[in-house]
């Protein structure tokens, strides 16, 4: 059984950069293209960018300027790091792996989230 | 990019009842669109694929149809833990989006 653990500080700054990890178990990073998507509280879901174990990405073009992800196959993880955050980028941070060999996919297997506050 | 339209945003059912939640997206989707539920607190769980499809481990009672722009996610007879909140997603056009999202109650 896949699973994946997001981890990471839950409080960060105005202007300063989010970065967190995400941790694969019970199966090789090097098969899947993997995403993170988050959720502000109490409202809808937002993809954010993928990655491929091969190391290509893509990006929301809505957070394209801001966004890098980057993977680690000899830990079996992945990670996001978001700069210049500001309150609307406060929200629950999702890692999950894509249902099928496709860039633009369906979302199979999720982390547990990791809520993220934007605060001084 | 493309729009997820999801109604109603709010459903009101007793266990045994029948529901029928509907997404509708601003332009054809073919038949690339899956669902998950989502309960407070917890991350969202795949259901349904390309439209139709169950993921593995979903019951039977959980149901998928549509093409095009408009589809339908059936849950043919509420057991208690069926209530939360489903969402929509397509996967035809980049980047993928989401709906909005339809919360079912307990009535």
């Known amino acids: 059984q896949v699973q994946l653990q997001e981890s990471g500080p839950g409080l960060v700054k105005p202007s300063e950069t989010l970065s967190l990890n995400c941790s694969v178990s019970?199966?090789?990073?090097?098969?899947?293209?993997w995403s993170w998507i988050r959720q502000p509280p109490g409202k809808g879901l937002e993809w954010i960018g993928y990655?491929?174990?091969?190391?290509?990405?893509n990006y929301n073009p809505s957070l394209k300027s801001r966004v890098s992800i980057s993977v680690d196959t000899s830990k079996n993880q992945f990670s996001l790091k978001l700069s210049s955050v500001t309150a609307a980028d406060t929200a629950v941070y999702y890692c999950?792996?894509?249902?099928?060999?496709?860039?633009?996919?369906?979302?199979?297997?999720w982390g547990q989230g990791t809520l993220v506050t934007v605060s001084s | 990019e493309i729009v997820l339209t999801q109604s109603p945003a709010t459903l009101s059912l007793s266990p045994g009842e029948r529901a029928t939640l509907s997404c509708r997206a601003s332009?054809?989707?073919?038949?690339?669109l899956a669902w998950y539920q989502q309960k407070p607190g917890q991350a969202p769980r795949f259901l349904i694929y390309?439209?139709?499809n169950r993921a593995t481990g979903i019951p039977a009672r959980f149901s998928g149809s549509g093409s095009g722009t408009d589809f339908t996610l059936t849950i043919s007879s509420l057991e208690p833990e069926d209530f939360a909140v489903y969402y929509c997603?397509?996967?035809?056009?980049?980047?993928?989006?989401f709906g909005q999202g339809t919360k079912l109650e307990i009535k």
């Open positions: 019970g199966g090789s990073i090097s098969s899947h293209y």
């Open positions: 999950a792996r894509h249902g099928g060999p496709y860039s633009n996919c369906h979302f199979d297997y």
């Open positions: 332009q054809s989707v073919s038949s690339y």
């Open positions: 990655i491929y174990y091969s190391g290509s990405t």
């Open positions: 997603q397509q996967r035809s056009n980049w980047p993928p989006t």
């Open positions: 390309d439209a139709s």
